[in-house]
Each structure stands twice: as structure tokens, then as C-alpha cells.
């Protein structure tokens, strides 16, 4: 199983190669969040347009777990927009083979459907991989970007995107307009009920508690620990493997969901 599955992954990621075009949406997307919502929501606005000089940085910083500016707190929420948007919309591809014929000559190879599965959920991974690593860059780079704390390694590096982890979504959708519908309904409320844009602090009680049970959230707090301190505390540590040992359970039971749904919808018509 594993040389099919490797043979579809490097098919796939081929035929991405092949078109770059492919990566400038996700990296658009990361310059409109980072530079445009991270500018125009800053907190720090609110106050410097009042004349008043705005408040103390220790002020600012106690609100977002003391995140030098509010892009070093945004920055992550971004990542993780990006990567999970990409990763349910990679659906596209086994859709659209689908609909050309593809896939049902896969469905009648001696190829384990295990196989069609793990390809599609590898070949997206590596893709928003990719896009997360130049969003990172361009939250660098930007003006009054990311600013990373002196003690910042690779291995922090490693463990903030080793936070990020979703699952892929779509094997048994059959049509694109139902796929973008599920994503958006799916996606747009994880994201907005979640620390991606602001601390769960400023939401109401019933918010909080989803937003506490949201992955995204999880995702977002462990990898702020590590762009934020780089390296952590006992403390900050057992936070950061707690909400990891959470994020593996989530994508676990997603995982077998998904493989069970794959089964069923990965039949020959």
C-alpha cells in the first residue's frame, strides 16, 4: 500500500508543480490578512487615533499572551486559516478526477482504497505545508511584522507547525458547488469562533467555551507559545504538549471518520 500511496502523492504534487499558479491564491490570502486585517484591526489603533498616545506595550501584551505587536499574535491564527482552508478545499483534485474519469479508473485497479485516501490527505498536507512556511516569511518581512523572541530555533520552528494539523475533507462529495458549500459552512464558523484574530478573553461566556473546545484554538495556542517565548517554561510546556495530545486525538478520530466515509464513497460507479 505504501508504493501506491507514494506513486498518487508524487502524481498529484506533479501536476501542482506543473501549475505555480496554484500557490498564489493561499499566498495572497496570507498578504490580506497579515497586512490588511492585521493593520486595520490592530488594537493598538484604537488608542493612537484618540490622541491619547495609546496605552502602555505591557498593557497590549498581557492581552495577547505578550505578543510584541498584534501581527506577532495574528501571524498564527493566519497560518492556521491558511493551512486548513487549503486543506479542505484540496478536495478539488479527487473531485475533479472524479468527474474526468480518473478516479473510476482507479476504482477498478488492484489498488487499495486506503491508498486513494492517504495520497490525497499526503499530497494536501505537503501543499499547505508549503503555503504555511511562506506565509511565516511574509509575516517576517512585512512592516511591524512577526517578531520572533532571541531564543527561537529550529526546533521551536518545527513545533509550531507541528501544531498545525487538520484533516482533509471531500472524498465523498461529487460536485464542486456542493464541496465549496461545505467548506465555507465548515470553515468560515471554526474560524471565527476560535483565538485565530483575538483572545477568547473578549468573547462571551457561551463563546468561550466553543472556542475552548475549537482545534483551531488549540493550534493557535500552542504555536503562540513558541513565536512568542520560543523557549517555554514547565509551565508553558505542559501547555503546549496538552493542547498537542489534543490536536493528535482530534485528527485521530477525524482520520478514522475519513477513512470510514472513504470506503463507503470510493466504489466503482
Same mark, same amino acid.
Given at each position: ?10 502524481? !498529484? ?15 495572497? &490570502? ?9 493593520? %486595520? ?6 488608542? /493612537? /487615533? $484618540? $490622541?491619547?498616545?495609546?496605552? *502602555? ?5 498581557? !492581552?495577547?499572551? $505578550? ?8 501571524? /498564527? ?10 486543506? !479542505?478545499? $484540496? ?6 478526477? #472524479? ?6 479508473? =482507479?476504482?477498478?485497479? *488492484? ?22 512556511? =511562506? &506565509? ?10 512577526? @517578531? ?23 472524498? /465523498?462529495?461529487?460536485?464542486?458547488? %456542493? ?8 470553515? =468560515? ?11 477568547? %478573553? %473578549? ?5 468561550? &467555551? ?6 483551531? &484554538?488549540?493550534?493557535? @495556542? ?40 472513504? #470506503?463507503?464513497?470510493?466504489? *466503482?460507479?
Amino acid at each position: 500500500m505504501f508504493r501506491e500511496t507514494f506513486a498518487l502523492t508524487l502524481r !498529484a504534487l506533479r501536476k501542482w508543480v506543473r501549475n505555480p499558479a496554484s500557490i498564489m491564491p493561499g499566498l495572497f &490570502t496570507s498578504l490580506f490578512y497579515l497586512i490588511l486585517f492585521g493593520n %486595520s484591526f490592530n488594537p493598538a489603533n484604537l488608542f /493612537s /487615533s $484618540g $490622541g491619547g498616545g495609546g496605552p *502602555p506595550s505591557s498593557v497590549l501584551q498581557a !492581552a495577547f499572551g $505578550g505578543a510584541p505587536t498584534y501581527i506577532t499574535y495574528l501571524a /498564527s491564527g493566519v497560518i492556521c486559516i491558511i493551512l486548513v482552508f487549503n486543506m !479542505a478545499f $484540496g478536495g478539488i483534485d479527487l473531485v475533479l478526477d #472524479r468527474q474526468l474519469g480518473y478516479l473510476s479508473s =482507479l476504482l477498478v485497479a *488492484p489498488i487499495p482504497r486506503a491508498a486513494i485516501f492517504l495520497s490525497g490527505v499526503a499530497q494536501n498536507l505537503v501543499k499547505v505545508l508549503l503555503l504555511g512556511v =511562506l &506565509t511565516f516569511i511574509v509575516a517576517l518581512v512585512i512592516p511591524n511584522g512577526l @517578531e520572533l523572541p532571541g531564543s527561537f530555533n529550529g526546533l521551536a520552528f518545527i513545533g509550531v507547525f507541528g501544531a498545525f494539523i487538520f484533516t482533509a475533507l471531500a472524498l /465523498s462529495v461529487r460536485s464542486i458547488d %456542493s464541496l465549496v458549500a461545505i467548506v465555507n459552512f465548515l470553515t =468560515l464558523p471554526i474560524m471565527f469562533m476560535s483565538n485565530a484574530f483575538f483572545p477568547p %478573553s %473578549s468573547f462571551p461566556d457561551w463563546l468561550k &467555551t466553543i472556542a475552548n473546545l475549537n482545534p483551531v &484554538t488549540k493550534a493557535n @495556542e500552542a504555536a503562540r507559545l513558541l513565536l512568542i517565548n520560543g523557549s517555554l517554561t514547565s509551565a508553558q510546556l505542559s501547555t503546549y504538549e496538552m493542547d498537542m495530545v489534543y490536536l493528535v486525538g482530534f485528527a485521530a478520530l477525524l482520520g478514522i471518520l475519513g477513512y470510514l466515509a472513504a #470506503r463507503r464513497a470510493l466504489r *466503482p460507479e
